[in-house]
């Protein structure tokens, strides 16, 4: 994170920000999604909007999305703060999908400090949680959060692939989950007073914003040890874990980042969808994409578009096998339509634009085995024990 050094003053209105649109004519963009951009880059204050491939309209801003601004507007960051992908090498013996689906844990319930002080997955909280916030730790959320066991399947990039330590038939857990509650109670605290107005005091919301940053990459590890222990593995540290919900002060600006990743010299898992490959990269993007790159492919339907219309195409058991052969692990109807390959856009136009605009070098791309959303109903499934660890997992 970077210093909170103190931004330049508001540019004058008679300035208007800049919109630039890393996406060809052959990706999709939702018009609404192109206004929203407007729309903030008519804000005091705003300097240049970079919007990624995978823009799609968001709760009153866009999602897919870089924006410097002298002004901290904390809903151009949202609700999630610190939400972000993760990436974990994980060692088992036989990864067949039938067999591992039905051990995934409980994700829906949190950890408890006195019920489950035994489990091993507290070893990762080797600090004070950040924020004191207990509550949800250790759980994936709903909407498009998830955790994947994946396996690498194309090199695209040896030189980068080698130093990451990936070849081709290798495992990795990619865990995408945010701050939970944490997030929502430091926007809500805002907004009931200053709506979608300017942070009255920046440094005061960067606290608590840092905050649940750290928490929101805390909680995928915790994720991550939760299901690497009930598969029968051993936790790894993660390869790759940036946030694409945060703002940072570069350049004398704040940087708010809705749905778009550090693409400044970092790695970064551009997430697919679960029927489809996703793609680790290595960013490289300027300042004219504000540093960024995509986080996702990016719906192209709205949740109740996709409900109608996958409901009239599919049967829930259609959508828990996927086309690359892959199983969903979600007891969530509802969900399931929402999120079906179909919402989405191609992942590959999004890495294709990613590498037209020279923002970023594909390096792997994964293949899903299962996709955890939510337990299934009736599921029993707990991590495994392995002994008693000082509780809470504290050194």
Same mark, same amino acid.
Request: aromatic share 2%; proline share 8%; no cysteine.
């Given at each position: 994170m970077s210093p909170h050094h103190a931004p330049r003053k508001p540019l004058p209105k008679s300035t208007p920000a800049t919109v630039t649109v890393f996406a060809s004519p052959a990706s999709w963009i939702e018009s609404d999604a192109l206004a929203q951009c407007q729309q903030v880059a008519a804000l005091d204050g705003m300097v240049h909007v970079a919007a990624m491939p995978d823009l799609h309209p968001g709760k009153g $801003?866009?999602? @897919?999305? $870089? =924006?410097?601004? &002298? !002004?901290?507007y904390p809903f151009l960051v949202g609700s999630d703060i610190g939400c972000g992908i993760a990436v974990f090498p994980v060692k088992l013996k036989r990864a067949v999908p039938e067999r591992l689906?039905? /051990?995934?844990?409980?994700?829906?319930r949190a950890l408890d400090?006195?019920?489950?002080?035994?489990? +091993?997955?507290?070893?990762? !909280?080797q600090d004070d949680v950040p924020a004191g916030h207990w509550d949800g730790l250790g759980t994936v959320g709903r909407g498009n959060h998830f955790v994947e066991l994946a396996r690498v399947d194309t090199i695209i990039d040896s030189t980068h692939a080698s130093r990451l330590g990936l070849d081709a038939g290798d495992l990795v857990l990619i865990v995408h989950s945010g701050s939970r509650g944490l997030g929502e109670r430091i926007l809500r605290a805002h907004t009931e007073v200053h709506g979608a107005g300017a942070a009255p005091d920046p440094a005061a919301y960067l606290t608590m914003h840092d905050d649940a940053v750290r928490w929101g990459s805390l909680n995928r590890r915790v994720l991550a040890a939760r299901v690497a222990y009930a598969l029968g593995a051993e936790p790894a540290a993660p390869i790759v874990d940036e946030c694409h919900n945060l703002v940072e002060v570069r350049d004398g600006v704040y940087? #708010? /980042?809705? *749905?778009?990743?550090? @693409?400044? @010299?970092?790695d970064v898992l551009v997430a697919g969808t679960r029927g489809t490959a996703s793609y680790l990269v290595a960013a490289h993007a300027g300042s004219g994409a504000n540093y960024s790159v995509a986080h996702g492919a @990016?719906?192209? =339907?709205?949740?109740?578009?996709?409900?109608? /219309? *996958?409901?009239?195409? #599919? &049967? !829930?058991?259609?959508?828990?096998? &996927? +086309?690359v052969g892959s199983l969903v692990v979600c007891g969530d109807r509802q969900l399931l339509f929402e999120e079906a390959p179909t919402a989405y856009k191609r992942i590959e136009q999004v890495i294709a634009d990613l590498v037209e605009h020279q923002l970023a070098t594909p390096v792997v791309s994964t293949t899903p085995l299962v996709t955890y959303k939510t337990p299934e109903l009736g599921s029993t499934a707990r991590p495994q024990r392995r002994g008693h660890r000082g509780g809470r997992g504290r050194s």
């Open positions: $801003a866009p999602i @897919g999305a $870089a =924006m410097a601004s &002298t !002004v901290l689906a039905s /051990r995934f844990p409980d994700l829906d400090p006195e019920q489950d002080a035994d489990d +091993p997955a507290w070893s990762i !909280v940087l #708010h /980042r809705k *749905g778009a990743a550090p @693409g400044d @010299g970092r @990016g719906r192209k =339907m709205s949740r109740a578009d996709a409900l109608r /219309r *996958g409901r009239a195409k #599919h &049967t !829930v058991e259609e959508l828990r096998r &996927t +086309p």
